[in-house]
Nanobody, 123 residues
Framework: QVQLAESGGGSVQAGGSLRLSCAAS????????MAWFRQAPGKEREGVAR????????IYADSVKGRFTISQDNTKNTVYLQMNSLKPEDTAVYYC????????????????WGQGTQVTVSS
């Protein structure tokens, strides 16, 4: 059973930065794809950034392109989400997720989820 642990959330003013971390309990085919999703109050959970780790293929949602960066440290089984130029609309609970066999934005296909970390951006 893969366990994911997020950290790094908090409150910042618009224009600020935060870095989220997601530590996985293993680096295996079960964590070939790791992704960040977010869920704002009253909205569906949406994909933000994902990385297909064997080849380092990275995809971003249009809403965060140029502001967010996903990266990985395989020695630590950790994926990061660097968030710059934060906007109030980025306020959400951010979740780390993992799956085997490729990446997708379909959250229903991710078998492993972290507990979530709150990010609040004030104007």
């Amino acid at each position: 059973q893969v366990q994911l642990a997020e950290s790094g959330g908090g409150s910042v003013q618009a224009g600020g930065s935060l870095r989220l971390s997601c530590a996985a309990s293993e680096y295996s085919y079960r964590t070939d794809c790791m992704a960040w999703f977010r869920q704002a109050p009253g909205k569906e959970r949406e994909g933000v950034a994902r990385v297909y780790r064997p080849y380092g293929i990275i995809i971003y949602a249009d809403s965060v392109k140029g502001r967010f960066t996903i990266s990985q440290d395989n020695t630590k089984n950790t994926v990061y989400l660097q968030m710059n130029s934060l906007k109030p609309e980025d306020t959400a609970v951010y979740y780390c997720a993992a799956k085997a066999n490729g990446c997708t934005w379909d959250r229903g296909l991710y078998g492993y989820w972290g507990q979530g970390t709150q990010v609040t951006v004030s104007s």
